[in-house]
């Protein structure tokens, strides 16, 4: 079956620098990859999602890319603020499977 | 538009008694999702139900079990609860496959 990694499990980085988020999955079929931000003691929120068809996809201070042939997919969030510390997720599913199978998270730490 | 609610927001038990996590969603969303969620192992399905009338097991689903009541409200029980169910619970609900999921606030669960 699936199996999504995430590196690195805590990163801390400087407030206004960029911070990057890595995820390698192991089945070639899988196809959506979200990402997913929670903040401490909340729900998680969908933050940026990117489908197999598309290599980068971006929204404002937040980018994912996506390798296929590598099978591995990133966040990036350039011009990082206070309120980016959170948990973060990524995730993959294949097309006919609800199944999402999650990475296991990221502490990001923005440092001011 | 209250989106996903879940109730009860915390529960204690002990070893052996049985309760019920109730769920409902008000976004006529034909998916719903029960996740666990461990210290540092990210999220795990436990169950699902695609649309309503249908449920099917996730990654973890032994000693629970699930009623897709109709269109809005997906419950959870655990039978006899067990120290290893101890954990933070949610639900989700999307409006189909590899669509947004949207979680409801968590349930901290304790079984002592």
């Known amino acids: 079956g699936e199996n999504v990694e995430q590196h690195p499990s805590t990163l801390s980085v400087q407030e206004g620098d960029s911070a990057v988020i890595k995820c390698t999955y192991s089945?070639?079929?899988?196809?959506?990859f979200p990402w997913y931000k929670q903040e401490l003691g909340k729900r998680p929120q969908l933050i940026i999602d990117i489908r197999s068809n598309v290599g980068e996809k971006k929204d404002q201070r937040i980018a994912v890319t996506l390798n296929k042939t590598a099978k591995h997919f990133s966040l990036h969030i350039t011009e990082t603020q206070p309120e980016d510390s959170a948990v973060y997720f990524c995730a993959a599913s294949i097309n006919s499977n609800y199944q999402l199978i999650w990475g296991a998270g990221t502490k990001l730490i923005i440092k001011p | 538009n209250a989106g996903v609610t879940q109730t009860p927001k915390f529960q204690v038990l002990k070893t052996g008694q049985s309760m019920t996590l109730q769920c409902a969603q008000d976004?006529?969303?034909?998916?719903m999702y029960w996740y666990r969620q461990d210290p540092g192992m990210g999220l795990r399905l436990i169950y699902y139900?695609?649309?309503?009338?249908?449920?099917d097991k996730g990654e973890v689903p032994n000693g629970y079990n699930v009623s897709r009541l109709n269109k809005r409200e997906f419950s959870l029980r655990l039978e006899s609860a067990a120290p290893s169910q101890t954990s933070v619970y949610f639900c989700?609900?999307?409006?189909?496959?590899?669509?947004?999921?949207?979680f409801g606030q968590g349930t901290r669960l304790t079984v002592v």
């Open positions: 989700a609900s999307s409006g189909g496959l590899n669509t947004e999921a949207f």
């Open positions: 976004m006529n969303h034909n998916s």
């Open positions: 139900s695609a649309s309503e009338g249908t449920t």
């Open positions: 089945d070639s079929a899988s196809n959506y």
